[in-house]
């Protein structure tokens, strides 16, 4: 029987939002969401667990049956995100190049809200977010300008 894989815990910083999870990876300054499906997949990412044994607790949280191709996809999604303490090949469960909307489409218009979704945003270094405006930049306030002036909406 297949089982979860890890999930990373070096190199990331995650924290929980209400129903979501949000991991900060260190290593390629990427920020992930993880919707509220996506976040409970990425909780039974132990190692221990197996496939069949995520499906039925899953299926026990939402009160509703989730099929193994809900958690394949969201493994195939934190494997992509680099987000498992191991790279996975593709293993022989998953069904390679499955995008949201083939997933829509092989459980149904009513398994749509319950698709595990990822969203991934790559974020600025500090060097970057610390960079000023140059003269002629938009600004509110002078603290955002090389200048320090802001005049008229436009570093001086």
């Not at 958690?71 to 593709?90: C, G, M, N, P, S």
Request: proline share 6%.
């Amino acid at each position: 029987m297949q089982t979860m894989p890890q999930a990373r815990k070096s190199g990331l910083i995650v924290k929980e939002v209400d129903s979501e999870i949000l991991i900060y990876d260190q290593t390629t300054n990427k920020a992930h969401c993880l919707n509220p499906t996506a976040a409970k997949v990425w909780k039974r990412c132990d190692g221990q667990m197996t496939v069949a044994e995520a499906c039925r607790s899953l299926s026990i949280e939402f009160d509703s049956p989730v099929e193994e191709s809900v958690v394949r996809y969201a493994i195939d999604q934190f494997a992509k995100d680099h987000l498992l303490a191991e790279e996975l090949a593709t293993p022989a469960f998953m069904i390679p190049g499955l995008n949201r909307r083939q997933m829509v489409r092989t459980l149904g218009l009513a398994a749509a809200v319950a698709v595990p979704v990822v969203t991934s945003i790559l974020a600025p270094t500090p060097a970057q977010a610390a960079t000023c405006t140059p003269n002629g930049g938009g600004c509110v306030d002078g603290s955002t300008c090389c200048s320090t002036v802001c005049t008229a909406s436009l570093c001086a």
